[in-house]
Each structure stands twice: as structure tokens, then as C-alpha cells.
């Protein structure tokens, strides 16, 4: 048994997909994966209990391990620029078995994440008909929970066939709506600027640290994840003009764009009010109506409520095309990889991911689940960061026009370091339930993928 023969990849060979997407696509695409929870949720949270308005040095530090891992995807992206992102990047330099893993924690990312967003749209759109005096049918209301009367979650369930639907279109056509919301969404962000840095009281920024140093790390630890996502941009590869030179330029500015605008709004978020009072799921809005400023807190929540959508799109567009990845090489089933003639886009990747993220987002209590988001996606980066060592090894370094990881090994040992030192600060639940999903994901290589690789052929 071979698990680490490696698949040797033709970037000149043709593709079924149509190449459609420019720079402003990816950077849209990687904006509306990665701006969603973190810059509407999770910043009132992780102020109020870990990191007070040090928060934003949380962001910074955050920012910092980010990038390091996105130099790796870089690189990667530009000398190895066909679809599968750390999936297939990861069968060049390591072999198939440790491809698999990647492409399994990445599975596990995007699922839960677009059923989640799922879940937590649904939330707030049961908030909006109650507001109405309308209601749903308790059982109908949230996943599975016989204390709360509840088994099936009948608006994540509609969220998630919507979505599905809209990104079997063409990819130009079904980023349209994903760019459409960004800007939206950058338009939100922009009036609670614009709005709040009048109303910023310096005194709000006392004390700076009330949890001190360590405060700022677990606030790390955790709005880290409001960065994922820009791996999405690697995932369109052989729908992207130029892939070599847009893919790592498209990475980058995501990640350089969605820093700023967590920083600023952080900043100003507890500028605004006492970092005590944000320990609520919608801390831009309740900002707003601190400040008795109500209508503007209302377009803020009907906006955020909106532009959700683009991490569910981003997302699932992601996951179908990761899912379409797999089947060609066969670790999963090959008809996966169908492509429709019309659109040009992996129409079974997309029915089976949404199948499968439909009975999570509408059964499946995901409170545990998403934790595994956490610890999957660190695993994956610390692979990426190896596989840049390893790339430089085989393939030597890059050619001139593509993108170079400075200072290697050492930079990518760096990254290696800070993920580890990230994911020891999380649960002992969290390292129990990703366990369980490794057996999971081993079962099926074992029991399927190796069997009916292409390799075997």
C-alpha cells in the first residue's frame, strides 16, 4: 500500500470550467467568505470577555498569522494554479494520503460554515417575523432538541436550497450577487464609521488591557477565525484569467482588506460604548442604539442580515468546487465531476455538497460541530506551511513572475509554530469531537478512496 504516491499536475491541460473571473472577483469572492460573523458578531463577544479594547491587538496578531499562512497559499497558488487549492497542492508535495486530510479538514470547514451562517440567518429572520407577530411551528423552528420541542429548521433548510440554486449558475453570473452584497456590505460598514467616529469617547479605551496579555492572545485564538475563508480565491483557479499572477494578488488583498476594516471598526466598536456592555450577538447595531442613534442600528441589522449571504455563497461555491476536485482524482465518486455543458459549472459537486450541508443546517445542533471549524483549518494551514518547505525541495524556487515566500524555511516554521500554539488553546471538546471527524475521514479514505484512486491506474 502506497499512501503517498503523488499525482503529477499538467497546468496547461484544459478545463470544463470556463475561464470568467479577474482580480476584482477573487478579492470580492475572498471579502464575502471571509466578512460576515467576525465583523458583525464575534468582536462584542471577545471584547467583552477576553480581550477588553485590546481586542484590536487581537485582530493585529490574528492579522500577522494570517498573512504568513496566506504567503503559503501564495506561492502555492501561483506555481500550482489548478482547482482544489491546499487539496491539490498538498498531492504534489506530500502525496495522496496527507491530500486527503487536507481536503477532508477543508470539507469539514466549508460544510459547517455554510450551515451554520444557514442556522444563524434563520435566527435572525425568525427575529424579524416575531417582530411582525408571525411564528413558525416550534418543531420547525431550529435542529434537533427534544427538551425544546424542536426538529427541523425550516428557513436554514429554504436558506441553504437558495443558495445551492444560485451557485449552479455560470461562476460570473453566480458571483454577481456575491460582489452585489459585498458592496452592500461595504456600504454598512462605512455608515458605522462614518457615523460612530463622531461619538468615540477615548475615556471608553480605559483600561486598554483589563485582561492583560493573556486576554489578547485568547482574543487571538478566537477572531482568528473570523480571517477563513480567503482560501475560498484558491478553490476558482481554473476559472480565473491569468491564474499565476490574479490568484496570489486576489489572496493577498483580501486579506490585507478585511485586516483594516476589522481593525477600524474594533477600534471605533469600543471607542463607542464600555467594552462591559458588548457581550451580545449584534454589537455594531446595539453600538448604534447605545447612542440612541435607532434607525441607523436598524439599517446596520437589516444590512448585516443581508449580506450574510455572501459567506453562505462564497462558501458553498468553494465547497462544490472542492468536492469536484476530490472526484477527479477519484477519492471520492467519479461521477461527481460532471460538468454541465450550459453553465460550466460541477452541477452533482453542488447538489451532493448542498444535500449534505442541508440536513446539518436544518437537524443537527451545530454547537459542537462548529467547533471542529477551529481545529480543522489550523491543521490544514500548518500542512500548507510544510508544503512550501517540501515544494522548494522538489520543484526548487520559483520562477520569475511568480510568487516567492521570503525567508523560507523559516518563515513557514514561524507559521508552523504560532498555528500549534493556537490550537492548544483550544477545548479539550474541541480536540475530543476532531478526533471523532479524523476516524470519519479516515474510514472513508481507507474503505473507498484509496481503492478507486485514479493513481491506481
Excluded at 471584547?47 to 504567503?71: M, W
Excluded at 461619538?199 to 477572531?223: C, H, M, R, T
Amino acid at each position: 500500500m502506497n499512501l503517498f504516491r503523488k499525482k503529477q499536475i499538467n497546468t496547461q491541460q484544459s478545463s470544463h470550467l470556463s475561464k470568467t473571473l479577474k482580480l476584482k472577483d477573487l478579492i470580492l469572492l475572498g471579502i464575502g467568505a471571509v466578512i460576515g460573523t467576525g465583523i458583525f458578531v464575534v468582536p462584542g463577544q471577545a471584547a467583552a470577555n477576553l480581550a477588553g479594547p485590546g481586542l484590536t491587538l487581537s485582530f493585529v496578531l490574528a492579522a500577522f498569522i494570517v498573512i504568513l499562512t496566506g504567503f503559503s497559499f501564495a506561492e502555492f497558488a501561483s506555481r500550482i494554479p489548478v482547482i482544489g487549492g491546499a487539496y491539490s497542492y498538498m498531492y504534489v508535495v506530500f502525496g495522496e494520503f496527507i491530500a486527503w486530510l487536507t481536503g477532508w479538514f477543508l470539507l469539514c470547514e466549508y460544510m459547517l460554515a455554510v450551515a451554520s451562517v444557514a442556522s444563524g440567518w434563520s435566527a435572525y429572520f425568525q427575529g424579524f417575523l416575531s417582530y411582525l407577530h408571525l411564528q413558525l411551528p416550534q418543531a420547525l423552528t431550529a435542529g434537533l432538541n427534544l427538551e425544546k420541542g424542536t426538529y427541523f429548521d425550516l428557513i436554514a433548510g429554504l436558506v441553504v436550497i437558495l443558495v445551492v440554486f444560485w451557485v449552479l449558475q455560470e461562476a460570473k453570473k453566480a458571483l454577481a450577487l456575491n460582489n452585489f452584497m459585498v458592496w452592500i456590505k461595504f456600504g454598512i460598514i462605512a455608515l458605522f464609521i462614518v457615523v460612530g467616529v463622531f461619538f468615540v469617547k477615548p475615556s471608553n479605551w480605559q483600561p486598554y488591557l483589563p485582561f492583560g496579555a493573556e486576554g489578547v492572545i485568547d482574543g487571538a485564538a478566537l477572531v482568528f477565525f473570523a480571517f477563513l475563508g480567503f482560501d475560498a480565491i484558491a478553490m476558482a483557479a481554473e476559472e480565473v484569467v491569468e491564474p499565476q499572477k490574479t490568484v496570489p494578488r486576489g489572496m493577498i488583498g483580501a486579506i490585507a482588506i478585511s485586516t483594516v476594516l476589522y481593525i477600524i471598526v474594533t477600534a471605533i466598536l469600543t471607542g463607542l460604548v464600555p467594552y462591559t456592555k458588548l457581550g451580545v450577538n449584534d454589537p455594531v447595531a446595539f453600538a448604534m442604539r447605545f447612542l440612541h442613534l435607532d434607525l441607523v442600528g436598524s439599517i446596520i441589522s437589516i444590512g448585516a442580515i443581508l449580506t450574510l449571504l455572501t459567506v453562505t455563497i462564497s462558501m458553498m461555491y468553494s465547497l462544490a468546487r472542492l468536492v469536484y476536485a476530490i472526484s477527479k482524482d477519484g477519492l471520492l465518486p467519479i461521477s461527481l465531476n460532471k460538468v454541465d455543458t450550459k453553465t460550466h459549472t460541477p452541477v452533482r459537486a453542488t447538489l451532493v455538497s448542498g444535500a449534505v450541508v442541508f440536513v446539518f443546517a436544518t437537524m443537527f445542533p451545530l454547537q459542537i460541530l462548529a467547533e471542529l471549524t477551529n481545529i480543522v483549518a489550523l491543521g490544514y494551514l500548518i500542512m500548507m506551511a510544510l508544503g512550501i518547505i517540501r515544494l522548494r525541495q522538489v520543484a526548487g524556487d520559483p520562477k520569475p513572475g511568480e510568487f516567492k515566500v521570503p525567508f523560507v524555511p523559516i518563515l513557514p516554521l514561524i507559521t508552523v509554530g504560532f498555528c500549534i500554539f493556537l490550537m492548544v488553546q483550544l477545548s479539550l471538546t474541541t480536540w475530543i469531537v476532531f478526533f471523532i471527524s479524523l476516524v470519519i475521514g479516515l474510514g472513508i479514505y481507507f474503505g473507498y478512496g484509496y481503492k478507486h484512486s485514479t493513481l491506481n491506474k
